[in-house]
């Protein structure tokens, strides 16, 4: 979320002070009536990394959102446009429905998944009814990652969990009585398609309730930070299972950067 320029506070995008000690590149690039999926960040991405090594400099690629950069790393699998009609279908299933279908469909997928992915479990099943082939075997085929070209020094960053959770209820909270209000407020009269992705941000539902009046300061505050440690949630299932094995993981409360990259580039 950290592409739109609509939503800095909301997406905790780096600050003024953040990036004048050094660049930042593709943060705020997008605007928020266009929506960015992980294919077209890592086309943007791959071209600032060229630019990056062509002048000299070192790219520091920052999650996050880990889908993004394995997109960048890793390829995306040249799936066909999905038909109009069937997503249509697959999306009005309910999920036992849905899931149900799945297990019989694509019963490797289906396994790989919670019976509640609600996303997951249709994108699977529209992909194998659109394109008759599974979205596994599309996956085998990928293309376009950097992976191969560049050498890469990681670390996955995974302080303990219900630090990361205080946190984020305090994050929530400070962006609420600081300008995040004003920001949804912003936003809500742009009168933009209530499904991209900016709309959907964690925040901007629960504090425009509150701007409308369906809920109270408390409650929204209650609701965000709830869907910010949901999500947080699941970036450390997301870290646990899908980064590579050899990716050092770095768990600590306190991390020093300083020494996370020396360590990083003693090679």
Not at 11 to 27: T, V
Not at 58 to 67: A, E, H, R, S, Y
Not at 205 to 221: F, Q, T
Request: net charge negative.
């Amino acid at each position: 979320m950290q592409v739109y320029a609509d939503i800095p506070v909301l997406s905790a995008a780096p600050s003024e002070d953040e990036r004048g000690q050094c660049e930042h590149r593709l943060y705020g690039a997008w605007d928020g009536a266009d929506a960015c999926s992980a294919a077209d960040w890592a086309a943007r991405a791959k071209v600032e990394i060229e630019e990056c090594h062509a002048s000299g400099a070192f790219p520091i690629l920052v999650g996050g959102t880990g889908m993004y950069l394995k997109v960048l790393i890793e390829g995306i699998a040249p799936i066909p446009d999905i038909d109009p009609e069937i997503r249509e279908v697959v999306r009005a299933m309910a999920t036992e429905t849905a899931y149900a279908s799945l297990q019989i469909e694509d019963p490797v997928r289906a396994a790989s998944l919670e019976p509640g992915d609600t996303q997951r479990i249709a994108r699977a099943l529209e992909v194998k009814r659109s394109t008759g082939v599974t979205l596994g075997d599309w996956q085998q085929a990928k293309t376009g990652g950097i992976g191969d070209e560049v050498t890469l020094h990681a670390a996955v960053m995974m302080p303990p969990r219900q630090w990361i959770y205080d946190r984020c209820d305090t994050r929530f909270a400070a962006m609420v009585d600081g300008d995040a209000v004003a920001e949804v407020e912003a936003l809500m009269a742009r009168d933009l398609r209530p499904d991209l992705p900016v709309m959907r941000a964690i925040g901007v539902p629960e504090i425009a309730a509150l701007v409308r009046g369906d809920s109270s300061k408390e409650d929204a505050i209650a609701a965000g930070s709830q869907s910010t440690r949901q999500y947080a949630k699941r970036q450390f299932t997301w870290l646990r299972n899908q980064s590579p094995a050899e990716w050092p993981r770095i768990e600590s409360e306190n991390i020093d950067i300083e020494s996370v990259f020396a360590s990083l580039l003693q090679d």
